[in-house]
């Protein structure tokens, strides 16, 4: 059985640092990309960038660019996304979802809540 | 990049019957070498992650109800579910997939509920 089972809720300053999770099991990790996808707080979702854990090959949506980075240790079927330097809006749910190149999200992960306040 | 716009924004239905969303890109999803319109949508109930219902436009994903259904071409595109079930209420999306990943982009979503 596919599944993307990302790490818990963090509750975090303005300034901080965070990594986040999404680790894949059921599947050839390194044959799929893994995508990042954000929501805020009662709003839509969006694309914020994409792994490809067989060779790190990584994209980031223009919004993005900067302000995240994205990686992936395949040895241990893992992806991440991580902020050196949190702000309130980063508060969001944010998804990890496997994608088979070019293509849809198939399987996503139950979503990580990160809330940044004061 | 590609906008995605559906309509209506928020849609309330009788049980059992038919609800429809509409979903438009401002560019063409269709790619010629394959004839394949590179759209799908996806179904999110509260407090859950988004879950694919139809990829390709048309093509139902396994275990999904056949009361849901996928049909346009091109730029134009609607999600229809036959006949509305309780389980149903949820936010839907349409995300085009044309682009260079990862321009990808979601339409805003339009909210079934119950009438």
């Known amino acids: 059985e596919v599944q993307l089972v990302q790490s818990g809720a963090e509750v975090k300053k303005p300034g901080e640092s965070l990594k986040i999770s999404c680790k894949g099991s059921?599947?050839?990790?390194?044959?799929?990309?893994i995508g990042w996808v954000r929501q805020m707080p009662g709003k839509g979702l969006e694309w914020m960038g994409i792994i490809y854990p067989g060779d790190s090959d990584t994209r980031y949506s223009p919004s993005f660019q900067g302000q995240v980075t994205i990686s992936a240790d395949k040895s241990i079927s893992t992806a991440y996304l991580q902020w050196s330097s949190l702000k309130a809006s980063d508060t969001a749910m944010y998804y990890c979802v496997r994608e088979g190149g070019h293509s849809y999200g198939d399987y996503w992960g139950q979503g990580t809540l990160v809330t940044v306040s004061s | 990049d590609i906008v995605m716009t559906q309509s209506p924004d928020s849609l309330a239905v009788s049980l059992g019957e038919r609800a429809t969303i509409n979903c438009k890109s401002s560019q063409s999803v269709l790619y010629s070498s394959n004839n394949k319109n590179y759209l799908a949508w996806y179904q999110q109930k509260p407090g859950q992650p988004p879950k694919l219902l139809i990829y390709?436009?048309?093509t139902r994903e396994s275990g999904v109800p056949d009361r849901f259904s996928g049909s346009g071409s091109g730029t134009d595109f609607t999600l229809t579910i036959s006949s509305l079930q309780a389980e149903d209420v949820a936010v839907y999306y349409c995300?085009?997939?044309?682009?260079?990943?990862?321009?990808?982009?979601f339409g805003q979503g339009t909210k079934l509920e119950i009438k």
């Open positions: 390709w436009a048309s």
């Open positions: 995300q085009q997939y044309y682009s260079t990943p990862p321009l990808y982009t």
């Open positions: 059921g599947y050839s990790f390194t044959s799929y990309w």
